[in-house]
């Protein structure tokens, strides 16, 4: 038999994912488990090129899963290469490569496949290894709350998925993403299905109305795990999002609500938070919130979303990634402290802090900058409005986060291994002066 | 090459100054100086520009041109920033203020000289950052003033970035390049009425750095709260690049937009000037007596530019660059007056000349200035500005020329309050008169004052040459000359 290059890399990470738990057979060797996983996702995102625009069966690697799955494997690399050393990972931590590649696998499968059960295997391959992430041995009190209710929703949106895909099977009679006769939502059925899958995707994107699990988890979970939700297991979600409008045709109003809604309910929520980490999630629903809004202006739309999704993840990562150099539970960011022992991992945490809010010459603003183009060539002009009044309002609370010192204890050791040195300087060159790299996306 | 220096020589010294962390006082100095001089051979005609960064469907983002008026303004900007680092010497913000100053005056050099809309935008923002930054840092370290000032200015620049890409669009879609330079930009075939709604978009994001009449209310806050050096450079230095937007960008872009606004706009800025002259007349403070009056004349400015007629256009751009040394001299004279410890409340103030003979003599000249003496450098740019509009909207033109009376109640009654009459009690019995240094600040401020009054002649001949460059519509299809 066979196997068409496009299945390739989801493969490679499976094969990795299931090796990666026999490393917990002896400490030395688990040791090096975190390296195992770094190999994996590299594997995973030079197949993913490999394989790029061959026609396979079930899966396809178009441009934009293409950008995003090579995205996911790099991401996943990174963070490998980050966590090797974290004090999380001292127990167990062939499982906890096992399960990150799982994640990663779940991603490749969102990103990638065009069948409406490539997809639910990939949400549940994604989903159901978080359960265990956020409880990591070594976590706060606080996780287990927040797993618990990360668990309940993530089931109930499984189970809206998978009731999603049996009403368009009812009415298209196929499960293909793009199936042959007319669009996927040409049917009552299965547009009432179609509606029910952008519900379950809202749950895993934070979208609202569905984010009520995300400040919690956000601020409860372990930094690792938050770290590697965002970074690699949001954009896969994203990805999903980006085919399923690609395939539904003219019908962007559900987009439009949701943008709406999320930008307006997230940049409110944020605004009135005190807290630190759950700022952080509430700015992630209106982040989504952009991220439709790219979505509901079509075709050119579309090419931004993919920006958007990659541009995301490299926030994200520019956020949690120093914030993993602070003690778990940290709901104030001691500037005093973080600038005194790890200079550069503060000013990562400025830059992607600036760059969320969408300060010129950073990644964040040109990205919000296609948006509008985008929305304002396709005449969506209340929503253009409403993302700038959003993101200007995510000045107000992203910079005084920036400025506002808390008492802060007389002493703080901080985890900051050389490793993380080099990921802030690279993430600072990245998130302010990434735009250089788009002649290379976007080539004349 | 000039201009980008221009841009990065500050940059380079705030980098090394945060850097360094040693106070150097020198380099700073130094570094003011380099930029005065770098300034002069622009002035003298070299054409220079660079065109770096070329991104794809963007344009060249590092798009840098000299260009007349933008000389001006970063020699006039150039010239401001010694005086605002002499204000503040041997202060011990001194280090982090020229810190600050450096990069405000780096990216007010970008927005003056971009040529790529993006660029000039991304200049735009950096300046508010900064300019936020300041108020943050110094004098009375003001969150609450220092997140007004920025909200302010970030969601009206966003306004303004909305507004540009229509323009963008519509540009691309007629001649299949998508570029954001200006020479692209220009020359758009949209209807009157969308370019009306563009231009107030545009006029949102740029009237709120001057400040426009509605959209002033950051000004209290940012000119009471900061330094007195602060203040100096943003109600100086900064709203120069609102003044320059408008001229530069605003206006050419959306030709027709601006004259269908333009009556609107003449009203609201009268109402502006009327406004902030009656806001500096109740005050209880010199200090917001200087904020106010700094709004209404910035008013008075938005006034010219709207009238869209020659001299209004001449006397504008002259009354900005007059209210720069205006500025400079009034806040000046609050920080001296807080270097001695006094406050600028009015209970605290009285017969103050008595104790500081010399101090009060320049007060009076820059007060006299303020209210617009003949002579001083006032006067011309708001003769003209006023003479233009009333031949467009003699009304409007006439309420405005109220506001200017009521400006000059205004700082005589200032002068009265502070300078003339009893010597309050609560001064301290030994106040010394001024240092060395302000005297040469105030020596050079007045000497350009009386310069730009009575040598006006050579600067406004200079604005009749670089009007065409910048809007050929303007002076054949609009209210002539």
Known sequence: MVISATLWAPIAVAIAALLAFFFDLHPRLGRLAPYWGVLGSLGAAALVLHGRLDLGQGFYWDSSATILGTYLGLASAMLFLLLARHPLLQRMPGAFTGLCLSVLLGALLLVGSDELIGLFIGLELQVLPFFALFVWPGSSSRALEAAMKYALLAALASALFALGIALIYLGNGDLALNPPLGPINGTFAARLGFI????????????????????????????????????????????????????????????????????????????????????????????????????????????????????????????????LSLPEGTDEIPWRHLRQQAPLAAGLLAVSLLSLAGMPPSLGFFVKLGVLVADIHAQVWGLAIVLILGSALSFAYYLPSLWRHPHEQRSLALWQPAILRLYAAAGMLLLGLGWLLFPLFLGQ | ???????????????????????????????????????????????????????????????????????????????????????????????????????????????YFANNFLGFYIFYEIVALAAAWLILRSGKKDRRAALTFLLYTVTASLFLLLAVLPIYLNRGNNTGIYDFSWIQLSGSDLSGQIQLLLFLGMLAGLGVKLPL????????????????????????????????????WAVPLLPRGALLFSPAGIILAAIGTLYGAFLALSTSELRETVAYSSVSHMNLVALGIFALQEQAWSGALFLSIAHAVLAAGLFTVLAVLEARGLGSNWEGLGGLFRRMPRFGAWTLLFFLMALGLPGLGNFPGEFLTLLGSFRVLPLWAGIATLGMIVNLVVFLRAYERSMLGQINPRLPAQIADLAQREWWIFLLLGAASLYLGLGSQTLLSDFAQLLPVHSPLLIGGAHGH
Request: charged share 5%; net charge neutral; aromatic share 10%.
């Open chain 1, 196 to 323: 029910l899958l952008l519900a379950a995707l809202g749950f895993e994107l934070a979208v609202a109305p569905f984010h009520a699990w995300v400040a919690d988890i956000y601020a409860g979970a372990p930094t690792p795990a938050v770290l590697y939700l965002g970074a690699v297991g949001k954009v896969a979600i994203m990805g999903v999002l980006i085919n399923l409008a690609g395939v539904s045709g003219t019908w962007l109003l559900p987009y439009l609500a949701l943008a709406v809604l999320s930008m307006v309910i997230g940049n409110l929520l944020a605004w009135r938070t005190p807290s630190f980490r759950r700022l952080l999630g509430y700015s992630a629903v209106a982040h989504a919130g952009y991220f439709f809004a790219a979505l509901a202006a079509g075709p050119l739309g579309l090419i931004i979303a993919t920006f958007y999704a990659v541009v995301y993840g490299l926030m994200h990562m520019g956020i949690f990634g120093p914030l």
């Open chain 2, 213 to 248: 009449f509605p959209l002033h209310g950051w000004a209290r806050g940012a000119y009471v709260q900061s330094a007195p050096a602060a203040a100096l450079f943003l109600s100086g230095a900064t709203v120069l690049a609102g003044v320059y937007g408008l001229v530069h």
């Open chain 2, 1 to 111: 090459m000039i201009v980008s220096l221009l841009v990065l020589l500050p940059w380079g010294i705030a980098l090394w100054l945060s850097l360094a962390q040693r106070s150097a006082g020198a380099l700073t100095i130094a570094g003011a100086l380099a930029e005065i001089l770098l300034c002069i051979p622009l002035l003298a005609g070299d054409p220079s520009a660079v065109a770096a960064i070329h991104l794809p469907l963007l344009g060249a983002l590092w798009q840098l041109q000299a260009n007349p008026l933008a000389d001006l303004f970063a020699l006039t900007t150039a010239l401001l920033l010694p005086v605002a680092l002499a204000v503040q010497w041997h202060h011990d913000e001194y280090l982090h203020l020229a810190r600050i100053l450096a990069v405000l005056q780096g990216a007010l050099m970008g927005t």
